[in-house]
């Protein structure tokens, strides 16, 4: 995979690259800052763009709103944003797209399920951290979409806002994949995501969770 990293502590920049070419990927740009991101892309053509939310110059949300413009400029570019703490503002809105992720940095740290991520969100799936999905369920709303869900069912669906596929929900709930299926298709049904197509269903039901639509 043709991996571009956008982050501006050299040190952890660094680091990233090479636990990633380890892995085999070919780290084709690094970028200090959200200007040369966007830059370092264009020239590049990656796979996936790894990105830090806050960036230079603002050093506020810099890397989110790269990522956002990046996402228009090249719309089958996998991204996966880090972030040291949760900050939610663009998140949502790239998860419609799909092939995207939100991950804390200290999920780094757990090499082999971040570079799992990364492969998933690179196949065109999604990969939000577990507490990312906690802040965003937090959120208060007077119309609760999930109401008719069951508290298995409001499980499942965490796990699906995860990037989890069915085999994974089973085996973290401990359930077989047909029951899976069952808990999955119930949910489409309640929310009344009827269109053909699956993986765009789990999308909507994914944004349903995360309280936006």
Do not use: W
């Amino acid at each position: 995979m043709r991996i571009v990293i956008g982050e501006d502590s050299a040190l952890f920049r660094e680091g990233l690259a090479r636990l990633l070419a380890d892995a085999g990927h070919e780290i084709v740009g690094l970028a200090p800052d959200a200007p040369t991101l966007i830059t370092v892309v264009a020239q590049t053509s990656p796979d996936l763009a790894v990105i830090d939310i806050r960036m230079p110059p603002d050093q506020t949300d810099d890397g989110a709103r790269a990522a956002r413009r990046l996402r228009m400029l090249h719309p089958d570019l996998a991204i996966v944003l880090l972030s040291q703490h949760i900050e939610t503002r663009h998140s949502v809105e790239l998860v419609a797209t799909g092939a995207f992720g939100y991950l804390l940095k200290d999920r780094v740290l757990a090499v082999d399920q971040f570079l799992d991520a990364l492969d998933r969100v690179a196949a065109g799936g999604s990969a939000l951290d577990p507490e990312v999905v906690a802040r965003l369920l937090g959120r208060q709303r007077d119309d609760d979409r999930l109401a008719p869900l069951t508290p298995r069912e409001r499980e499942v669906l965490a796990l699906m806002a995860e990037g989890c596929t069915n085999v994974g929900i089973g085996r973290r709930l401990f359930l077989t994949e047909r029951t899976v299926e069952t808990h999955v298709g119930s949910i489409l049904a309640k929310l009344g995501l009827l269109t053909n197509d699956e993986q765009h269903r789990r999308v909507l039901a994914v944004l349903a969770y995360l309280g936006e639509h």
